[in-house]
């Protein structure tokens, strides 16, 4: 098992940047593809970027393509999310979230482990 804290959230102007960080502790993010959630008030959770363990493979979900990265230090067990060009539209609570699959998921409901997410909002 492996516990997940999310930070690095807060309030950013439309086209500003932030960088999300997801700390592991209890287990090696070695282990397992990881991903990043966001949900809007309202709306369902929705997938925004997966990385595997070995930091191979990314998927990113269409809307934050070219504007988002993920990236993984396997030393400091942390995950990131680069969030680029920010859109009111990405104003979301996003969330780390761990998978044992060794493949890229893009369901949620592959994910076993979350931790308790960071707001993000976007000021047009």
């Known amino acids: 098992q492996v516990q997940l804290v999310e930070s690095g959230g807060g309030l950013v102007q439309a086209g500003g940047s932030l960088r999300l960080s997801c700390a592991a502790s209890?287990?090696?993010?070695?282990?397992?593809?990881m991903g990043w959630f966001r949900r809007a008030p309202g709306k369902e959770r929705e997938f925004v970027a997966a990385?595997?363990?070995?930091?191979?493979?990314?998927y990113y979900a269409r809307s934050v393509t070219g504007r988002f990265a993920i990236s993984r230090d396997n030393a400091e067990n942390t995950v990131y999310l680069q969030m680029n060009t920010l859109k009111p539209e990405d104003t979301s609570v996003y969330y780390c979230?761990?998978?044992?699959?060794?493949?890229?998921?893009?369901?949620?409901?592959?994910?076993?482990?979350w931790g308790q997410g960071t707001q993000v909002t976007v000021s047009s």
């Open positions: 990385i595997t363990w070995g930091g191979d493979t990314t």
């Open positions: 209890g287990g090696t993010v070695t282990s397992y593809t």
């Open positions: 979230a761990a998978s044992r699959s060794s493949m890229v998921r893009t369901m949620s409901t592959f994910y076993a482990d």
